[in-house]
């Protein structure tokens, strides 16, 4: 049950990034902790989701040094 509840979870803010995409920022956190929870509960983490979670961590990190002043 735990499983589906949160995969349930992950969809909608994967709904909600897609829907609102100046905010992946704030999404991200969420994202993070649901799948910190799957992982806290021994619970598979689709390859997918962890790639995706890969791809937001390196655009924050482009992000951080793009706004750095030079």
């Known amino acids: 049950m735990a ?3 949160l ?3 992950i969809l909608l803010l994967l709904d909600e ?3 609102a995409p100046e905010d992946v920022h704030i999404l991200q956190e969420s994202l993070r902790e ?3 929870e799957m992982r806290a509960l021994g619970l598979p983490v689709p390859e997918d989701l962890e790639a ?3 791809a937001l961590e390196d655009e924050s ?3 951080y040094f793009n706004n ?3």
């Open 7 to 9: 995969k349930t979870a």
């Open 34 to 36: 649901k799948l910190s």
């Open 3 to 5: 499983f589906e509840t």
């Open 52 to 54: 995706f979670e890969r």
């Open 17 to 19: 990034i897609e829907k």
């Open 68 to 70: 750095l002043p030079v």
């Open 61 to 63: 990190a482009e992000d």
